[in-house]
């Protein structure tokens, strides 16, 4: 079965500096992962996605995430954070168990609240 | 598009009371899920929709009922509000319905909900 690990609860960084958040996944197929971010109060926002094209993956805001299979991981990482970064970010494994129609259902790891100061 | 949408924002209940959250969605998607969100844990799976009159468990479906009548709306039941139920719930949906892996689920802005 696919499971996802945040190995970072809370990351704080200073504005400017980069970011990066770890991820690791156990998966016995070819997963497609995904990060979201959560701003406070708010619901949940698609930052980009993996599906086995390009193993490097850029997205929103300047993140970018790459896959590597032979780490088993999916870190997501930025250049230089801004303020606005600052929210839970949510590893995530796409459920791919060989039963109908649970391919669609979203595995998520518990999340790493990110901090930027200024 | 609105997307998709939640109702009510905020819920007290009593502990025993019955309700259903609501969820809709304007993009013609297949597949439909709820999710609830407890701090620390993430979010987890509730129930889920390949499409209109198919639902099934998802990892923590005790307490919950859903049903799919049509391909826009999945209301979350609660039959019996349980303190363990407080927590945040949102309601998401994404094109396809099986071997669809790969498509992007889009979440609504989510139910805060408090069972006293």
């Known amino acids: 079965a696919q499971s996802v690990t945040q190995l970072d609860s809370h990351v704080s960084v200073s504005e400017g500096t980069p970011v990066l958040l770890r991820c690791n996944y156990s998966?016995?197929?070819?997963?497609?992962l995904f990060w979201y971010v959560q701003h406070p109060n708010k619901g949940l926002q698609l930052l980009l996605k993996?599906?086995?094209?390009?193993?490097l993956v850029k997205g929103i805001n300047g993140f970018e995430a790459e896959f590597k299979k032979s780490e088993t991981s999916f870190h997501l990482t930025k250049p230089s954070a801004h303020m606005s970064d600052a929210a839970e970010y949510f590893c995530?494994?796409?459920?791919?168990?060989?039963?109908?129609?649970?391919?669609?259902?979203?595995?998520f790891g518990k999340g790493t609240k990110l901090s930027v100061k200024p | 598009n609105a997307g998709v949408t939640q109702t009510p924002k905020f819920q007290v209940l009593k502990t025993g009371q019955s309700m259903t959250l609501q969820c809709a969605q304007d993009?013609?998607?297949?597949?439909m899920s709820w999710y609830r969100q407890d701090p620390g844990m993430g979010l987890r799976l509730i129930h889920y929709?390949?499409?209109?009159?198919?639902?099934d468990q998802g990892e923590v479906p005790n307490g919950y009922n859903v049903s799919r009548s049509t391909t826009e709306d999945f209301p979350l039941r609660l039959l019996s509000a349980a303190p363990s139920q407080t927590s945040v719930y949102f309601c998401?949906?994404?094109?396809?319905?099986?071997?669809?892996?790969?498509?992007?689920?889009?979440f609504g802005p989510g139910t805060r909900l408090t069972v006293l």
């Open positions: 998401a949906s994404s094109y396809s319905g099986q071997g669809s892996g790969t498509d992007t689920q889009y």
């Open positions: 998966s016995s197929y070819s997963p497609s």
């Open positions: 995530v494994v796409s459920d791919e168990a060989n039963y109908g129609g649970s391919q669609g259902n979203l595995i």
């Open positions: 929709s390949v499409g209109a009159g198919i639902t």
């Open positions: 993009m013609n998607h297949e597949y």
């Open positions: 993996y599906t086995s094209a390009a193993t």
